[in-house]
């Protein structure tokens, strides 16, 4: 199993916080962001050890949102672990978008985007990324005997893109793929339904529905205008060349008689 050792980092929070949900907070279970995983945020790509609280992190379906809270634990694997629930799914460069290798936890949420599995259907399901070993070029194995992971949650529900367009499902209150009371906005597969939509994907070699190329390359947003104001009537920006007072008309030599 997993040894998992929790630090969490808190922006303010309101009164109405379960104390108690605070204290169960820090008992992370095999989710969240292995660090080197980028993050698409306003200023591009970030690495998620990187984020903070007050960080506008680029979501699925709600524009850019604020990180809430940010908890950082250390995994330690047995030497000998090889079963797939306990071990991380590697995401070997390329094979889904992504530029380079991407390690996602077993329990980390992913979701899919239904209407590139059935076009009949529309909508995201959300499955652990442990069903996703054998799908493609993707393998359960251990970035190394220790590692770190960050888990990031916003005042509800949100999906965020990881580097390659990944989709990663971030919960508003808890460690698993449970959110608060009154702050759910995906659908969570349950197992059976999970490990179909997984095969469905499997034979048909198409991770699209895993990733959005659209959200592998995010432009950072600028945070001051890239066109300076328009100054007040009658004022002339510095260095801008004079207009003559009346337009020049540029008629044949018969037009002008």
Same mark, same amino acid.
């Given at each position: 199993?997993?040894?998992?050792?929790?630090?969490?980092?808190?922006?303010?929070?309101?009164? !109405?916080?379960?104390?108690?949900?605070?204290?169960?907070?820090?008992?992370?279970?095999?989710?969240?962001?292995?660090?080197?995983?980028?993050?698409?945020?306003?200023?591009?790509?970030?690495?998620?050890?990187?984020?903070?609280?007050? !960080?506008?992190?680029?979501?699925?379906?709600?524009?850019?949102?604020?990180?809430?809270?940010?908890?950082?634990?250390?995994?330690?694997?047995?030497?000998?672990?090889?079963?797939?629930? %306990?071990?991380?799914?590697?995401?070997?460069?390329?094979?889904? %978008?992504?530029?380079?290798?991407?390690?996602?936890?077993?329990?980390?949420?992913?979701?899919?985007?239904?209407?590139?599995?059935?076009?009949?259907?529309?909508?995201?399901?959300?499955?652990?990324?442990?069903?996703?070993?054998?799908?493609?070029?993707?393998?359960?194995?251990?970035?190394?005997?220790?590692?770190?992971?960050?888990?990031?949650?916003?005042?509800?529900?949100?999906?965020?893109?990881?580097?390659?367009?990944?989709?990663?499902?971030?919960?508003?209150?808890?460690?698993?793929?449970?959110?608060?009371?009154?702050?759910?906005?995906?659908?969570?597969?349950?197992?059976?339904?999970?490990?179909?939509?997984?095969?469905?994907?499997?034979?048909?070699?198409?991770?699209?529905?895993?990733?959005?190329?659209?959200?592998?390359?995010?432009?950072?947003?600028?945070?001051?205008?890239?066109?300076?104001?328009?100054?007040?009537?009658?004022?002339?920006?510095?260095?801008?060349?004079?207009?003559?007072?009346?337009?020049?008309?540029?008629?044949?030599?018969?037009?002008?008689?």
């Amino acid at each position: 199993m997993l040894e998992v050792v929790s630090v969490s980092g808190f922006l303010d929070q309101s009164g !109405d916080v379960d104390q108690a949900f605070l204290s169960e907070a820090v008992n992370a279970r095999r989710s969240g962001l292995v660090h080197g995983t980028k993050v698409a945020t306003t200023r591009g790509w970030k690495l998620v050890e990187q984020l903070v609280t007050g !960080d506008l992190v680029r979501t699925l379906d709600n524009g850019f949102k604020e990180v809430r809270r940010v908890s950082t634990n250390t995994v330690t694997i047995p030497a000998g672990e090889n079963r797939v629930e %306990y071990l991380p799914v590697f995401v070997p460069a390329r094979s889904a %978008y992504n530029g380079r290798p991407v390690w996602l936890m077993p329990e980390q949420g992913m979701a899919l985007n239904l209407g590139k599995i059935d076009p009949d259907v529309s909508g995201f399901s959300v499955v652990p990324a442990r069903l996703l070993s054998g799908a493609g070029r993707l393998t359960s194995q251990a970035p190394g005997a220790t590692f770190e992971v960050s888990s990031l949650f916003f005042d509800a529900d949100e999906v965020v893109f990881v580097e390659g367009g990944l989709q990663a499902y971030c919960p508003s209150g808890r460690f698993t793929m449970r959110s608060r009371p009154g702050h759910s906005g995906y659908d969570v597969a349950e197992n059976d339904e999970a490990a179909a939509l997984v095969d469905s994907i499997a034979m048909s070699g198409d991770m699209s529905a895993l990733a959005n190329p659209l959200g592998a390359l995010p432009a950072p947003i600028p945070q001051e205008p890239i066109f300076p104001v328009r100054p007040p009537g009658g004022i002339r920006r510095p260095g801008r060349p004079g207009r003559p007072d009346v337009p020049a008309l540029f008629l044949r030599p018969e037009w002008q008689t």
